[in-house]
């Protein structure tokens, strides 16, 4: 199992811990049909240990598809949990700046908690990148 999800108050949880991005994406969908979701939930992607190196023109589809779920309810907020390989956090500034072209905004944290504690405060808190 390359990805797994859960609800954690108003935030979804996906966890990825494969190589195969269409898992993630395939966890999503399924978490989008569970009545148990809130709306307005925040995404969190933990990829502290995915093992995939996707190109930028991946990430920049992932980035414009995971924006596209704001007209399903999800919040355009979300955040990402990083391991400590150098390339996990280039990847992870990458998506946010394309995600910040398609009107989302993304945090980038080393932890799960910091990352779950910015999500659910209020927008105008600001963050420091985990």
């Known amino acids: 199992m390359a990805a797994s999800w859960e609800i954690r108050g108003s935030v979804l949880i996906v966890t990825c811990d494969g190589e195969d991005a269409k898992e993630s994406a395939e966890a999503i969908y399924e978490a989008l049909a569970d009545p148990g979701l809130p709306q307005g939930a925040s995404v969190l992607l933990d990829v502290r240990l995915c093992t995939e190196n996707p190109s930028s023109n991946e ?3 992932r980035a414009a598809w995971l924006a596209s ?5 999800i919040s355009s907020r ?6 400590p390989r150098v390339h996990q956090y280039g990847l ?3 998506a946010a700046t394309h995600l910040d072209f ?3 905004e993304m945090a980038i944290f080393k932890d799960l908690e910091s990352a779950i504690e910015w999500l659910e ?5 600001g963050h420091a990148n985990g």
């Open 102 to 104: 398609e009107g989302m």
């Open 121 to 125: 405060a209020p927008a105008s808190k």
């Open 69 to 73: 779920l704001k007209s399903r309810g």
């Open 92 to 94: 992870a500034r990458m």
């Open 78 to 83: 979300c955040a990402m949990v990083v391991g």
């Open 59 to 61: 990430i920049r589809q």
